[in-house]
């Protein structure tokens, strides 16, 4: 049992992962309290259905445009200085909407302000950490260390919305943004003790050139530009939450709160799969075992438009949550693995837009499909549409399916460490800058 549990090994080899953890932590508690947070306000503000669907709007456009060119930014400058930036920026806002809470302001306007700019924030601080992660650990440590940074997100997701509603209910919504506050603040002085880490070469000016060069490097390489098309083939096809309130009426004769657990459903199996992933970074065929979670996700939501219960119906969603982790965790580190690191900001970037864009086509997809024939036939023709793509997708590309990390080798392993070239601690930053 114990060897299903989360493999710690690069908290416990690399310093500077541990302090870019805890900073995550951090962020993600405080943020996932304010976007829970904000919906609450503009709705309570406005009462209106259009407003609270704004909010969406207001928080996706800036990640396309920004999660570009952010991994261009990335690729441009020292990493460290760059999330520095982008979490201060963030820390700006969440203080912005402090005032504006206890002021009683309430102007839809400012709160959309807000949420447009932050999101900008988010969008280039994500690819910058995604490119910085393989600069702190060991190559055979990032599948272990992108399941960490996963529970994380998937903790954040499932406590979330009960610290906001903690929060909310003790000293109102500026209470809530306050909380965002401290945790930028304290997660921005782990961020401190960071190695500097320049891009190799010293990094390119972020312009337009250097998007394109991105985007033509991932063209030319069907094993990186297939973690992308895999991931918007799951979600673009069989991405369900659209019908968790139609099956939660319709099917189980329930109300939001039904529809409330098929979410969370969904949620425990991605953290069950974070949680007791450590099988994970002892896998080699990352390609494969990233294709075989696709399949289990596909076919886990076709069988959701079939199931008479509702527990069978959380049972299917927890599998899926579980396949979706599992394939996050391969697919990044394949990324991360093979891209060159003057270019990974750039591949995270796209990545950033993809796993933004997707699940948004995905629930209109799925919402046309119910509308026209019913939840039942959306559910088993996106599940089948998905493994179908899938199998299409591993014909068209078959480098991806056999595609092998190679096996670490020990003697290697403890020279990069003692030398610093892989685990930095702060005292050795300009060893890690100037490599």
Not at 323 to 346: F, K, M, N, Y
Not at 369 to 392: K, R, T, Y
Request: with cysteine; glycine share 10%.
């Amino acid at each position: 049992m114990k060897e299903l549990l989360a493999d710690v090994t690069p908290l416990r080899r690399s310093p500077a992962f541990r302090r870019l953890f805890v900073g995550q932590c951090l962020t993600m508690v405080g943020s996932q309290v304010t976007q829970v947070a904000v919906p609450w306000q503009v709705y309570s503000a406005s009462h209106s259905s259009v407003a609270l669907g704004l909010v969406g709007l207001a928080a996706l456009l800036p990640i396309v445009v920004f999660g570009i060119y952010g991994g261009a930014i990335a690729d441009s400058m020292d990493r460290r200085r760059l999330i520095l930036i982008t979490s201060t920026g963030s820390a700006a806002v969440s203080v912005a909407l402090t005032v504006q809470a206890f002021a009683h302001a309430d102007s839809l306007w400012v709160l959309y302000a807000c949420v447009t700019v932050q999101a900008a924030f988010f969008a280039i601080d994500l690819p910058t950490r995604r490119a910085l992660l393989p600069r702190l650990v060991a190559p055979e440590d990032l599948p272990a260390a992108n399941a960490l940074l996963l529970l994380v997100f998937t903790v954040g997701i499932v406590g979330g919305p009960l610290a906001a509603s903690a929060a909310v209910s003790l000293g109102g919504y500026g209470a809530a943004y306050a909380v965002d506050v401290v945790c930028f603040l304290l997660a921005i002085t782990f961020i401190f003790g960071l190695p500097s880490v320049l891009p190799e070469g010293g990094g390119r000016r972020a312009d337009l050139s250097s998007v394109v060069e991105g985007i033509r490097y991932l063209k030319s390489r069907p094993v990186l530009w297939m973690c992308y098309v895999l991931d918007l083939n799951s979600t673009v096809f069989a991405m369900p939450t659209a019908l968790f309130p139609i099956l939660a009426v319709e099917r189980f004769h329930g109300g939001p709160e039904l529809a409330g657990y098929l979410s969370a459903a969904l949620a425990a199996g991605a953290f069950l799969g974070s949680m007791f992933g450590g099988w994970m970074p002892k896998v080699r065929r990352l390609g494969r075992a990233a294709l075989l979670a696709v399949f289990a996700w596909g076919v886990s939501l076709g069988a959701l438009g079939l199931a008479g219960s509702l527990w069978l119906a959380m049972l299917l969603l927890a599998i899926a949550g579980y396949a979706d982790t599992v394939s996050a965790v391969e697919r990044s580190s394949i990324l991360q693995h093979e891209t060159p690191d003057e270019l990974r900001g750039r591949t995270s970037g796209v990545l950033t837009v993809v796993g933004a864009g997707g699940p948004r086509l995905g629930d209109v997809r799925a919402g046309l499909v119910s509308a026209a024939v019913g939840p039942a036939v959306a559910a088993v023709s996106g599940g089948v549409a998905c493994v179908i793509g899938a199998l299409a997708l591993a014909k068209a590309a078959p480098e991806f399916t056999r595609y092998r990390m190679a096996d670490p080798k020990p003697a290697e392993q403890g020279t990069a460490v003692e030398q610093g070239a892989v685990v930095q601690d702060s005292a050795q930053e300009p060893a890690l800058a100037d490599d």
